[in-house]
């Protein structure tokens, strides 16, 4: 919840302009049945959990015959997820999405 109350207000504060401060149009519920972190999407029985997270890092190495001043490299990964539930006559229906994506540059 607060990663999307977050994100709605940086929205909000970077589309302002002029004094004008916007509002987001529907505020989120939170879905106890299904866990922390899941908000109900409005209009139904469907809740939803998004995360993830990204790491970068910056590193030498010494290989044969160099010196490890001369071997640099930066990496990054990012991990999404999302999590979908919603309620049906047959019990819960869940839907599981996991990307994972990094890139390495090296001089």
Known sequence: ????????????AG???????????????????EGRGFVALPGGSTCVRIGGR????YGTAAGPGRRAA????VGSIAHLTA?????TP????????????GAVWAD
């Open 1 to 12: 919840r607060v990663v999307l109350g977050v994100a709605a207000y940086l929205l909000a």
């Open 15 to 33: 589309a302002a302009s002029g004094g004008e401060v916007l509002r987001p149009a529907v505020t989120a519920r939170a879905c106890p049945r």
């Open 54 to 57: 990204v790491t970068a890092e």
């Open 70 to 73: 001369e071997r640099r490299g």
């Open 83 to 87: 999590d979908i539930r919603t309620e």
């Open 90 to 101: 047959y019990g819960t229906a869940r839907g599981f999405v996991r990307v994972r994506a």
